[in-house]
């Protein structure tokens, strides 16, 4: 059984894979300013959560993602359970890499670009994580990542807001709120941030189909029900895209030894 760990800013996805089926999905939390790891389920170290999953599954070999720093404490545990690959965007995988600067590319971005290619092999895919940032991920029907693109997110935009002016309040975004024209200061801003980010993600998937008209689109990320709901395009949703791309470069290093 195969243990994937995406360790993102906010919180840590995990899924226990057995050769391409995902079997068992946990949630941790995380902060990108403490290394150390805390799930509310097991309220324990690093050390607590890896003996859990450890304890309680045949796992037999692990792949960990991780878009913070500090992680070397959680991953060290790991280390004494099990063979660890620690992934990072420069390695060998089963999507050709063509980013100009595979050194500064997340490994979110990449699993995310693999997930997708694996559900959708030799098609053009774009997978859009709609999380702290809002990520577009491409891979054309040559199963080559070309790049993409990186926005701020939906509370990123709020946030900014408040913190880089002087009056403006900070809000949160209101799930019935659709008003293009807003009477108050608080509409002005859900308006500006609420639309205008469905406005960009729209914008961006019609300038992709306008060039690839076959293109299928993913989306995934913490504010997926957020622009499920709103988008005009067709899209497909998948919560587990980079945690099933990471599965896909850990069988394929397994099978390349």
Do not use: W
């Amino acid at each position: 059984m195969n243990l994937i760990i995406d360790i993102g800013n906010t919180r840590i996805k995990a899924g226990l894979f057995e050769q391409n089926s995902l079997k068992h999905f946990f949630v941790f939390e995380t902060s990108s300013h403490d290394p150390e790891i805390v799930s509310p389920a097991v309220k324990g170290s690093s050390a607590l959560i890896a003996a859990d999953l450890f304890n309680k599954y045949a796992i037999d070999q692990c792949i960990v993602a991780s878009v913070v720093d500090g992680m070397e404490p959680f991953t060290n545990q790991l280390k004494e359970k099990a063979t660890i690959l620690i992934f990072e965007s420069t390695m060998p995988s089963p999507v050709k890499n063509l980013y100009q600067s595979t050194n500064t590319l997340g490994t979110d971005r990449f699993a995310a670009a693999i997930g997708g290619n694996s559900v959708f092999p030799n098609k053009n895919v774009l997978v859009i994580d709609a999380g702290t940032c809002i990520k577009y991920n491409f891979v054309n029907s040559n199963n080559e990542f070309l790049g993409g693109a990186i926005s701020p997110g939906l509370q990123m935009r709020f946030n900014s807001l408040n913190t880089f002016t002087s009056r403006l309040p900070l809000i949160q975004v209101e799930e019935d709120f659709d008003s293009l024209i807003g009477s108050n200061t608080k509409e002005s801003i859900l308006s500006g941030v609420a639309i205008g980010i469905v406005a960009e993600v729209d914008g961006i998937i019609e300038r992709y189909q306008h060039i690839y008209p076959d293109i299928t689109v993913i989306l995934t990320g913490g504010d997926t029900n957020f622009f499920e709901k709103r988008l005009k395009s067709r899209i497909f949703t998948d919560s587990f895209i980079i945690l099933k791309g990471l599965n896909r470069v850990l069988e394929y290093t397994i099978n390349e030894k």
